[in-house]
């Protein structure tokens, strides 16, 4: 019985031939075509969801050796799967750099010219000014100095900019005016006028934006989250924003997805929600098949994996 390559990620139809034609040794099925018994068969699974896990779970996954998931981080992954030393994860990290950061700039500029004061008051035809800010010798720290970071701190210093760059050893970044440790960034970065998280999710990462950080805060700052929601302590974000630490949040990640419909979130006037869409783009599906083919390439030739390969260690 031939090994099934099964298909959880939107494909093309030539992408659909292209993979037939590299893997002709594996069975090729959507997710959407897997039976129970299908799934002890699994070698290569190309995207993922919440209804694979509870599929693998219940019947097993003997055979599962590589996943290819279509997004940055791999915390939605099972926790068996991602401790199984059997099984080979990659991401899609670096492929949501530009629509990540044109989102970031959105949300900024959205609070700084005041754009959401003035489609609010466009319904009621009100001619009036609001506050109007420039970006221009604003102080940014971005919490994550990986290619999205990196992406956000060039576009930012083409703002006029400061930016300041938040990794684990404190090693310059291209586009950052400075880099500090995670440590000092939480700690003695405490003058900003923008704060932006892109932190993947790990267990150093858990409610590290809290009330002693948001306490911190010397310039009411905007904070934009497009990292993970575990990362804030919701009732501390509302606060800060309730108490004018925090002058106005913008949110894109969150512990439980979709957002409920009574999370007090989405009735909060600082409080800007989307649905998780900032990596979206419309050539996801070539972009992403691109890391796909390349690794399936690879794969099929020797068994090793070409890019993105995650660290199990570090969660990324």
């Known amino acids: 019985m031939k090994k099934i390559l099964a298909i959880a990620n939107r494909v093309k139809d030539w992408q659909i031939n292209d993979i037939k034609d590299l ?58 799967i991602v401790a199984d030393e059997k099984i080979q994860i990659t991401n899609m990290s670096g492929i949501h750099a530009t629509p990540i950061a044109e989102t970031v700039f959105g949300y900024i500029l959205n609070y700084y010219r005041s754009l959401h004061v003035y489609k609010a008051r466009e319904e009621n035809r009100h001619w009036t000014y609001a506050q109007h800010m420039s970006l221009h010798g604003k102080k940014m720290v971005v919490f994550g100095a990986g290619n999205v970071g990196k992406e956000i701190a060039r576009i930012g210093q083409a703002f006029g900019l400061e930016t300041i760059g938040v990794n684990t050893s404190g090693r310059e970044v291209d586009h950052f005016n400075q880099t500090v440790k995670t440590t000092d960034g939480f700690e003695q970065v405490t003058d900003a006028d923008i704060i932006v998280n892109v932190l993947p999710e790990t267990d150093a990462t858990q409610n590290i934006f809290d009330a002693t950080y948001f306490g911190r805060q010397e310039k009411h700052p905007l904070f934009i989250n497009v990292g993970r929601g575990s990362a804030i302590v919701d009732r501390d974000l509302i606060e800060a924003v309730d108490q004018g630490d925090i002058a106005y949040a913008a949110l894109d990640v969150f512990r439980e997805e979709p957002l409920p419909a009574e999370h007090p ?45 995650v660290s199990k260690e570090k969660g990324y």
């Open 23 to 80: 893997a002709n040794d594996y069975q090729m099925k959507m997710a959407d075509e897997l039976t129970d018994a299908d799934f002890p068969n699994i070698e290569i699974q190309y995207g993922w969801n919440a209804d694979l896990a509870e599929k693998y779970a219940a019947n097993g996954y003997d055979s599962l050796r590589w996943i290819q998931v279509q997004f940055a981080g791999i915390n939605q992954l099972p926790k068996k």
């Open 265 to 309: 979130f989405w009735a909060h006037e600082k409080i800007d929600v989307t649905p998780h869409m900032t990596g979206q783009v419309e050539h996801f599906a070539i972009e992403t098949y691109k890391i796909f083919q390349d690794n399936l390439k690879a794969y099929v030739e020797n068994g090793d994996l070409a890019v993105n390969v």
